[in-house]
């Protein structure tokens, strides 16, 4: 009895150590790069809605064949405006070096008010606009 006991035991050991169940957690590094997207132009537009809403139309650039869109994040601050835009890329990959375009709109909404100037960055680009 106490060798099958034993014999169970072992086996069971051996499946979680094949099966990953070690003790020890598995830690992993990142398999994206995230980078600000270079920006090429940004443009304003006041939506005809009431009241007006705020568009940034937004073009920018992916460096190869593997990077791609990855976010933008909108922070406002008073009268400016801070979108981050990202790109992601495989770590270490091995891409076609073809540079490409991307373009984006995001609503800002009508939470403006009427004849202020605002203040939009987008990355390293700047502009203005009056609502």
Same mark, same amino acid.
């Given at each position: 009895?106490?060798?099958?006991?034993?014999?169970?035991?072992?086996?069971?050991?051996?499946?979680?150590?094949?099966?990953?169940?070690?003790?020890?957690?598995?830690?992993?590094?990142?398999?994206?790069?995230?980078?600000?997207?270079?920006?090429?132009?940004?443009?304003?537009?006041?939506?005809?809605? !009431?009241?007006?809403?705020? !568009?940034?139309?937004?073009?920018?650039?992916?460096?190869?064949?593997?990077?791609?869109?990855?976010?933008?994040?909108?922070?406002?601050?008073?009268?400016?405006?801070?979108?981050?835009?990202?790109?992601?890329?495989?770590?270490?990959?091995?891409?076609?070096?073809?540079?490409?375009?991307?373009?984006?709109?995001?609503?800002?909404?009508? !939470?403006?008010?009427?004849?202020?100037?605002?203040?939009?960055?987008? !990355?390293?680009?700047?502009?203005?606009?009056?609502?």
């Amino acid at each position: 009895m106490k060798i099958i006991m034993t014999v169970c035991l072992t086996i069971l050991t051996l499946a979680l150590v094949i099966a990953g169940g070690g003790c020890s957690p598995k830690t992993t590094e990142p398999q994206v790069t995230i980078d600000l997207a270079p920006i090429h132009d940004i443009s304003i537009t006041l939506l005809k809605s !009431n009241p007006p809403q705020v !568009n940034v139309h937004i073009q920018g650039g992916l460096a190869d064949g593997c990077t791609t869109f990855h976010d933008i994040q909108t922070t406002r601050e008073s009268t400016t405006i801070t979108l981050k835009v990202t790109t992601q890329r495989p770590k270490d990959a091995i891409c076609t070096e073809i540079y490409t375009w991307f373009e984006k709109d995001v609503n800002l909404g009508s !939470n403006f008010t009427i004849g202020q100037v605002y203040t939009v960055k987008v !990355n390293d680009q700047t502009t203005t606009f009056s609502y």
